[in-house]
């Protein structure tokens, strides 16, 4: 009877373990960027963001989300510059990633939770626009980036339906952006606000 009962026991366990515990669920994810480096001669530019995810329950709290993401992220210069006979105005470097974040998510709430995670990021463009004596040029500065970006990521998130959320996400960069770089080395920080869905 004591044998029959445990085992009762284990497959009612095992069974509420099941239920609680959905399988993967895939998605996508848009939204916009406010980017900058850091550093006191930069400022904030807006770009945008897309990519795809998965959502792995590791249990009904915690959850882990590896995700595939372009993002266009870059800073403006905050002031004009004079340089011999030269004028230049309204410069802003654009920095296009491929990132993998990899975000822990705590559920507080079924609507409501929290995530924090690394963020690996491969450069796959960069260009550099400006006015120069009222003419704007554009070139491509790739050659001077580093390719490899790292950051740590921190967020929440808010689900309305089911499938359907928005999100929030702060990433400070951990890596300079610049090959070779002088004192302070500049690195991205990123701001994401978008909308998530998962089918």
């Not at 945008?48 to 595939?68: H, K, R, T």
């Not at 089911?162 to 302070?184: H, M, Q």
């Amino acid at each position: 009877m004591k044998k029959h009962l445990l085992g009762l026991c284990v497959v009612i366990g095992a069974m509420s373990f099941a239920q609680s515990t959905d399988g993967p669920r895939f998605g996508v994810k848009a939204g916009g960027n406010l980017s900058s480096f850091t550093g006191s001669d930069s400022k904030s530019k807006i770009g945008f963001y897309a990519g795809a995810f998965v959502n792995i329950p590791l249990s009904d709290a915690f959850s882990i989300q590896p995700e595939v993401v372009y993002s266009q992220q870059g800073a403006k210069a905050k002031d004009d510059y004079e340089m011999a006979t030269y004028t230049v105005k309204n410069m802003q470097q654009t920095l296009v990633y491929i990132n993998v974040p990899v975000m822990v998510q705590y559920n507080a709430t079924p609507e409501f939770y929290l995530e924090a995670g690394p963020e690996f990021g491969l450069l796959v463009n960069a260009q550099a626009k400006g006015d120069i004596n009222g003419s704007t040029y554009k070139a491509n500065n790739k050659d001077t980036m580093k390719t490899f970006n790292f950051g740590a990521g921190i967020g929440l998130g808010y689900r309305f339906i089911p499938n359907l959320g928005v999100s929030v996400r702060y990433i400070a960069g951990l890596t300079k952006i610049l090959k070779d770089e002088f004192g302070d080395s500049s690195k991205n920080t990123n701001i994401q606000l978008g909308l998530n869905y998962s089918f």
